[in-house]
């Protein structure tokens, strides 16, 4: 694996648990980033569209910085990891309060141009 064939973009701070996270990031490894770009255009999760900036400043990357063919580009990875807790309370009955934990999440996206020689088995 080359080093100059690939290109990432991260987000630290994404306002939605990781296992949810991970079930878009899941649905778009291993695919053609046209294709998943359609796939997160039209999802109905809200994250999709946090997702959708990550990968087209991913794609942003992989062209200008690395001047790699946008049409050859596929998923390689894409990571999901913790990030910091809000934790907030609501009152509850006889005085007592109850936590309320708003987790947070980063992910990171790596995408690789794809080889002219390789088939296309993930469109």
Same mark, same amino acid.
């Given at each position: 694996m080359k +080093?100059?064939?690939?290109a990432l973009a991260k987000d630290n701070m994404l306002r939605v648990s990781p296992s949810k996270l991970n079930f878009i990031t899941k649905s778009i490894v291993n695919k053609n980033v046209s294709h998943a770009?359609? +796939?997160? &255009?039209?999802s109905n999760k809200r994250i999709s569209k946090n997702v959708l900036k990550v990968l087209n400043a991913a794609v942003? !990357?992989?062209?200008? !910085? &690395?001047q790699l063919d946008i049409d050859k580009l596929y998923i390689k990875e894409a990571y999901v990891g913790k990030s910091l807790r809000m934790k907030r309370w609501r009152p509850r009955a006889k005085g007592r309060a109850g936590s309320i934990i708003k987790p947070f999440s980063k992910i990171t996206i790596i995408v690789e141009e794809r080889a002219s020689s390789k &088939?296309?088995? !993930?469109e």
């Amino acid at each position: 694996m080359k +080093q100059a064939s690939i290109a990432l973009a991260k987000d630290n701070m994404l306002r939605v648990s990781p296992s949810k996270l991970n079930f878009i990031t899941k649905s778009i490894v291993n695919k053609n980033v046209s294709h998943a770009v359609n +796939q997160l &255009k039209f999802s109905n999760k809200r994250i999709s569209k946090n997702v959708l900036k990550v990968l087209n400043a991913a794609v942003a !990357n992989a062209e200008n !910085n &690395k001047q790699l063919d946008i049409d050859k580009l596929y998923i390689k990875e894409a990571y999901v990891g913790k990030s910091l807790r809000m934790k907030r309370w609501r009152p509850r009955a006889k005085g007592r309060a109850g936590s309320i934990i708003k987790p947070f999440s980063k992910i990171t996206i790596i995408v690789e141009e794809r080889a002219s020689s390789k &088939k296309k088995g !993930n469109e």
